[in-house]
């Protein structure tokens, strides 16, 4: 006999793969499945805006390293701060891609209101050819 006391199980998808999770979101209501697919292709775009920062950061460090080792090697006197702006470079552009990309991660608004418009053309030309007879 179950435990009346027991904690329903929760659903554990960490370790789930594309079947597991489609099978989740089929037993969700539309509006929230919508709403899920939703959130999934922010995050996406939230990481892809990520990596996009991560590498342009790593190449400005590149080059700027490179132009700061030019630098320090035309210079006379101590020019050893000039290794200081790569870094500065890339703290700058990882903040601003970080921004960016919570801005893309947190709106859901936009796909939702895409997928409504979608879904009443959808409608529409499915009523359309309805009403309309066969030729």
Do not use: C
């Not at 999934?40 to 920062?53: D, F, P, S, Y």
């Not at 460090?61 to 700061?68: D, H, M, R």
């Not at 921004?99 to 409504?116: P, S, Y």
């Amino acid at each position: 006999m179950a435990d009346p006391t027991a904690k329903p199980a929760e659903l554990d998808l960490s370790k789930a793969d594309e079947h597991d999770i489609a099978r989740a979101v089929k037993q969700l209501k539309p509006e929230e499945a919508l709403f899920f697919l939703a959130k999934l292709e922010a995050v996406i775009a939230k990481r892809k805006v990520q990596l996009t920062g991560y590498l342009v950061a790593f190449t400005v460090w590149l080059v700027a390293t490179f132009l700061a080792l030019a630098y320090y090697g035309t210079h006379d006197g101590f020019v050893g701060w000039i290794f200081l702006v790569p870094f500065a470079l890339v703290g700058m552009i990882l903040y601003a891609f970080g921004m960016w990309a919570e801005k893309v991660g947190n709106n859901t608004q936009v796909i939702l209101d895409r997928e409504a418009k979608a879904a009443e053309a959808k409608a529409a030309t499915e009523a359309k050819n309805v009403t309309s007879p066969p030729k």
